[in-house]
C-alpha cells in the first residue's frame, strides 16, 4: 500500500520556523519526484517545492523562494521541507505528492501518490 505522511505541522509566530516530513512507503521511493503543496481555505492548491528522484535539483515557487528548503533522503525514504522567516499567508494544509518521474514541476496533475496532509498555522 502506498503511503506518504506528512508531520511537523503546527502554530508558530510570524518570523518562525517549521520543519515538515514527508515519510513514503509502498512504492520505489528512489524512482518518484516529491514535492510540497499547500491549500489555503478558500483557495486552491499551490505548488510550493519539489525536488527530484535523485535530489539534484529543486524548484521553488516564488513565494517561498529564499525562505524554504527542500531536501531528501533516500535511504530514509523522507523528504524534508524546512520553512524559515514564516509569514501569516504561508498559513494552509501542507500535502507531500510523489510523481513517477525524475523531475516534476509544480503542477497537481504532474503527481500520482498524495498524502493527507498537516496545518500550519502562523500567527501574526
Known sequence: EV?????????VQAGGSLRLSCAASGFTFDDYAIGWFRQAPGKEREGVA???????????????????????????????????????DDTAVYSCAAARLWVAGLRVEEYDYWGQGTQVTVSS
Request: glycine share 8%.
Open 50 to 88: 519539489s525536488i527530484t528522484s535523485t535530489a539534484d535539483r529543486t524548484t521553488y515557487a516564488d513565494s517561498v523562494k529564499g525562505r524554504f528548503t527542500l531536501s531528501r533522503d533516500n535511504s530514509k525514504n523522507t523528504v524534508y521541507l524546512q520553512m524559515n522567516s514564516l509569514k501569516s
Open 3 to 11: 503511503q506518504l505522511v506528512e508531520s511537523g505541522g503546527g502554530l
